[in-house]
Nanobody, 124 residues
Framework: QVQLVESGGGLVQAGGSLRLSCAAS????????MGWYRQAPGKQRELVAT???????NYADSVKGRFTISRDNAKNTVYLQMNNLKPEDSAVYYC??????????????????WGQGTQVTVSS
């Protein structure tokens, strides 16, 4: 009913940049908070950054000053600009959204919808 599809991952050298995108599709009425999380092998999934529909942002300390989250509400899309990448940024990056959507005759809320993930690998 609602899908999140990430793109933009890849292999980059340390110090390089990547831009991730995540587009939401479906019978969407409204998207509240959107965010990016990441999970490295053997580690728990962790918050990278979130952004509200009004544009308020929150970042993990480890990415402050290097990553920028933004969104285009008209396109139901969230972006993550990642600069000065470090090997420790290597992980699968997941998009997450709090979505209010139509389901038949009803309006439902999916407060933790995940994308399939996109791999980011930073070589030293």
């Amino acid at each position: 009913q609602v899908q999140l599809v990430e793109s933009g991952g890849g292999l980059v050298q340390a110090g390089g940049s990547l831009r991730l995108s995540c587009a939401a599709s479906g019978s969407i009425l409204r998207i509240n908070v959107m965010g990016w999380y990441r999970q490295a092998p053997g580690k728990q999934r962790e918050l990278v950054a979130t952004i509200t529909s009004g544009g308020s942002t929150n970042y993990a300390d480890s990415v402050k000053g290097r990553f920028t989250i933004s969104r285009d509400n008209a396109k139901n899309t969230v972006y993550l600009q990642m600069n000065n990448l470090k090997p420790e940024d290597s992980a699968v990056y997941y998009c997450n959204a709090d979505v209010v959507y139509y389901s038949g005759d009803y309006i439902r809320r999916g407060n933790s919808i995940w994308g399939q993930g996109t791999q980011v690998t930073v070589s030293s």
